[in-house]
């Protein structure tokens, strides 16, 4: 077959079984799609919940970095978003929504994990950790990028006194006025954390181990007047959105490959003023600069953090962390900093995307061989000898770039092009060759020189081998691969 041979017009014919593995905003998508297609599917979801990210976070100050009218189905604006950047459980109660609205929600067995996939005779045979089997054609494995919290081994964690717990397992009938509260952490949990509870709580302890880069977004709340206007005119939604993902793509998802590009030095200059028109203090000003440049780490946005910061019962920390003890952190210079809760907004094991699942692919062909040394995936899509099973925001993916639902649509969209095959009978099993698989992943490394990612910091879009995971080409190039598989790029059988 040709690239620009596809069978997506092709008159369906064979009925087909779909497992979705997830219930946050992929999965969702998934299942509407695959609903409007006539398609047989259910969804497993380990939780007893839907909303991935959005269950999972729902810390202090919890909100999305990607303008809420864009991080919205293309296909459900909403007209009630309260702010330009809404609150977690705004987002959350969205998919919840969406989930009744379309009728997908009662296709999903809560409290199901699955452990392994195992692709045998043909068909994928799916097992779940209550000890069921399910029997499908094709797998689409929206388990989510960031869930697996990234907890320190430091020494003496369990013996303090207080409560300790993750940022990700936040606790909201925790009352913290009259607290002591200490955040490890300067990533976005964290400096969305900080910027909440700092006028809250008594005393308030940064430990800070990198300095971030802080750029200063306001955050618009939308009037009942403005919601009515989107309420009556849905194409005002539409303008906005469409205005927001252009200066979003033009501005900062097409720039990141260049590190030299004009627009990151713009967002370098409006992070450094910043830092020196809003920290009085010279020494925590300097303390609070990073040694790296704008966007090397994921950009933070926030126009609350430095206030926080500088108010009289926070203290920035940057002795590194020697252990925990009953009443505190002790800092390496010896100083004993006490506290009654410590939240470790510590990140992510961002590597495991499906694991610890087990998938076995064709032949014996197993994901635990396959991601050895470092995740990765055709188009952040599809494994080799993985047929008819489909991830989505897998590795490679344009996961820093730009708002995540718009990315998985696209996604979907190229999934069901290549599902289209099997389903007009044109082929059985569909997954990318070994040879494409592996070019890929050779060009999209040379690509990852050049982006700002590889300037010289540590973050967590970096594989173990310091080279950035995420799509290094510009947006527009991943829309343009999503438009159309590269049929010749697959193994069809
Ligand atoms: O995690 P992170 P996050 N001792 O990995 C520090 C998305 N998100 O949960 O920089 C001391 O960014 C670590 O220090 P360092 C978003 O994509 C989005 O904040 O490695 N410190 C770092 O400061 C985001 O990028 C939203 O030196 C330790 C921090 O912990 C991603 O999730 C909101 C340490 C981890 O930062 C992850 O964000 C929240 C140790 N042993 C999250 N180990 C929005 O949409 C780690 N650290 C707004």
Redesign the pocket.
């Known amino acids: 077959m040709t690239s620009s041979d596809t069978s997506s017009d092709a008159p369906p014919s064979k009925s087909l079984r779909f497992v979705i593995i997830g219930a946050g905003m992929a999965g969702i998508l998934s299942a509407i799609r695959l609903k409007e297609a006539g398609l047989d599917f259910v969804i497993y979801e380990k939780a007893d919940k839907i909303g991935g990210t959005w269950r999972e976070?729902t810390y202090a100050g919890?909100?999305?970095?990607?303008p809420s009218h864009l991080y919205s189905y293309s296909f459900a604006l909403n007209p009630e978003w309260s702010q330009q950047f809404a609150p977690g459980p705004e987002i959350r109660q969205y998919f919840e929504d969406v989930a009744e609205r379309f009728g997908v929600a009662s296709a999903i067995r809560y409290n199901c994990e699955i452990t392994s996939c195992k692709f045998e005779v043909g068909r994928w045979q799916v097992a779940a950790a209550d000890g069921s089997i399910d029997t499908a054609d094709f797998i689409i494995a929206a388990t989510g990028v960031?869930h697996h919290p990234?907890i320190?081994a430091?020494e003496g964690l369990d013996s303090f006194a207080g409560l300790a717990f993750h940022?990700?397992r936040w606790d909201n009938d925790l009352d913290l006025s009259d607290r002591r509260v200490g955040v490890?952490?300067?990533?976005?949990?964290?400096?969305?954390i900080v910027s909440a509870i700092a006028d809250r709580v008594k005393e308030l302890t940064l430990?800070?181990?990198?300095a971030?880069w802080v750029i200063p977004v306001g955050n618009q709340t939308y009037s009942e007047t403005e919601r009515e206007k989107f309420r009556a005119t849905p194409q005002a939604m539409l303008d906005i959105r469409t205005e927001v993902a252009r200066a979003f793509i033009d501005g900062f998802a097409n720039v990141l490959g260049d590190m030299d590009s004009p627009m990151i030095e713009a967002i370098q200059a409006t992070c450094e003023a910043n830092l020196n028109d809003n920290v009085k203090d010279p020494d925590l000003r300097e303390k609070l600069r990073p040694n790296y440049r704008a966007g090397c780490?994921?950009l933070v946005?926030s126009e609350r953090f430095y206030d926080a910061i500088q108010q009289p019962n926070a203290k920035l920390v940057t002795e590194?962390?020697d252990r925990v003890e009953p009443s505190g952190v002790r800092t390496k210079d010896g100083v004993l900093h006490e506290l009654d809760v410590l939240v470790m907004?510590?990140?992510?094991k961002v590597d495991a995307f499906m694991r610890p699942m087990e998938v076995v692919g064709r032949e014996g062909a197993t994901l635990r061989e396959k991601w050895e040394v470092a995740p990765s995936a055709y188009m952040a899509i599809s494994i080799p000898d993985f047929p008819n099973f489909f991830m989505l925001n897998g590795p490679n993916g344009p996961?820093?770039n730009f708002s995540l639902i718009d990315v998985v649509e696209l996604q979907f969209a190229y999934i069901m092009q290549l599902v289209d095959h099997v389903r007009s009978n044109s082929c059985k099993e569909i997954s990318v060759s070994r040879a494409a698989a592996e070019r890929f992943d050779e060009d999209r490394k040379v690509a990852a020189q050049t982006t700002i990612w590889s300037t010289g910091c540590?973050?967590?879009y970096l594989d173990a081998n310091g080279v950035p995971t995420a799509w290094p080409w510009t947006y527009d190039r991943f829309q343009e691969e999503m438009a159309q598989p590269k049929l010749a790029d697959y193994e069809i059988r």
């Open positions: 976070n919890i909100a999305c970095d990607v960031l990234a320190p430091f940022s990700a490890v952490g300067t990533g976005s949990s964290a400096i969305q430990f800070q181990r990198t971030q780490k994921r946005m590194a962390i907004a510590t990140g992510f996961v820093g540590k973050s967590w």
